[in-house]
């Protein structure tokens, strides 16, 4: 089973510029999530779909980070205009979206960014 | 989701075993524990989850203890692969599906 893939795994921008992340989850999978990780914390949520609606943009900065999931498989996150604070590996998961708490998440390998 | 504590650090040696400990004093009745772990420079990877009873996979053991305020992941002989950082995770059962990472139990192997 091919896992998520995400792109790209390195991004090096200046502030005040934008990137955008790319993930593909694994085949089926109905809910996709990303995740943000700070070095030295654990992952924090940033946004869960279930095929292609939030059910969770709580902590999602939305004044500069913004996300899509077009017709329910891959999805994009995008960062306009980036902080220095936003440096950090962004984590793309996805999930059966099976009821109850038996649920299991598959992570990608993440996306390095850094703001300088 | 209801909080977890881990120890922030632990060292154990090659080819012996771990026994990694989670407190969640306030869990419900519907909150399953789940272990994940990161290897270094990649994403999160499930390892293990349980409700009630003590749970055994591929990978690792999971006791849990009988009032379920606590729960030990057990690796049962380490190997330097195993170096890599645990979390401890409550999930309701009946609540969202996401996770909600702390900071984990960063484990040392050494050789």
């Known amino acids: 089973e091919a896992g998520v893939a995400q792109s790209p795994r390195y991004k090096i921008i200046e502030k005040r510029q934008s990137v955008a992340f790319w993930c593909n989850p694994i085949s089926g999978h109905a809910t996709l999530y990303w995740y943000q990780q700070i070095l030295g914390q654990g992952p924090k949520l940033l946004i869960q779909f279930q095929n292609n609606g939030v059910v969770d943009d709580s902590q999602l900065p939305k004044d500069r980070f913004s996300a899509e999931r077009l017709k329910g498989v891959d999805s994009t996150l995008k960062i306009q205009p980036a902080k220095l604070e936003d440096s950090a590996v962004y984590l793309c998961?996805?999930?059966?979206?099976?009821?109850?708490?038996?649920?299991?998440?598959?992570f990608g390998a993440g996306s390095r960014l850094t703001v300088l | 989701d209801a909080k977890t504590t881990q120890p922030n650090s632990m060292e154990s040696n090659e080819e012996e075993p771990v026994h990694l400990p989670c407190n969640h004093s306030?869990?419900?009745?519907?909150?399953?524990i789940h272990w994940y772990r990161q290897l270094p420079s990649q994403g999160p990877e499930y390892v293990i989850h349980?409700?009630?009873s003590n749970v055994n996979n591929r990978m690792a053991s999971l006791a849990i203890a009988e009032d379920r305020k606590s729960s030990t992941l057990i690796l049962h002989r380490a190997t330097l692969r195993d170096a890599a950082v645990y979390y401890c995770?409550?999930?309701?059962?009946?609540?969202?599906?996401?996770?909600?990472f702390g900071t984990g139990t960063r484990l040392t192997i050494i050789p």
């Open positions: 995770i409550l999930r309701d059962g009946f609540g969202n599906e996401k996770l909600t």
């Open positions: 998961a996805s999930s059966l979206g099976l009821a109850g708490g038996a649920n299991v998440l598959t």
């Open positions: 306030t869990i419900s009745g519907t909150d399953y």
């Open positions: 349980g409700l009630t």
